[in-house]
């Protein structure tokens, strides 16, 4: 399949497309053209890769938790359970610092002590 129909079809750049295929996530061969022929399941692989990064996921993490992933299921191997809580303690971290930052904005705004 070439590159534009798994662009129309997952609603990928093909920019991304390419970006995913340079770290590993997708599994394409080259025709004597030089053109990327991306095979059989990339629709779906793409789905899944849409799926962990917005869950946040780094695209190197993305790397180690893709081949444990079936389907919509993730085979918990202690090395991705591991990637997996340290997601969730960087989004608890950024979490935390945004509540920090909106109660600083909010008790400026209440207590007015804005500079005018």
């Known amino acids: 399949m070439r590159i534009g129909e798994v662009q129309r079809l997952t609603g990928v750049s093909a920019r991304s497309l390419r ?3 340079a770290h590993g996530l997708l599994a394409t061969a080259r025709n004597s053209n030089g053109y990327r022929d991306f095979g059989e ?3 779906e692989q793409v789905g899944r890769i849409k799926r962990l990064l917005a869950a946040g996921f780094s695209i ?3 790397r180690h938790v893709l081949p444990c992933v079936n389907g919509d299921q993730v085979e918990m191997c202690p090395k991705v359970a591991a990637l ?3 997601e969730l303690l960087d ?3 950024a979490m935390a610092d945004l509540t920090r930052k909106r109660d600083l904005v909010t008790s400026m705004i209440t207590e007015q002590r804005l500079a005018k």
């Open 84 to 86: 997996i809580r340290d």
């Open 60 to 62: 190197d993490t993305i």
């Open 19 to 21: 970006h995913y295929d």
């Open 91 to 93: 989004i608890d971290n």
């Open 41 to 43: 399941g990339t629709v």
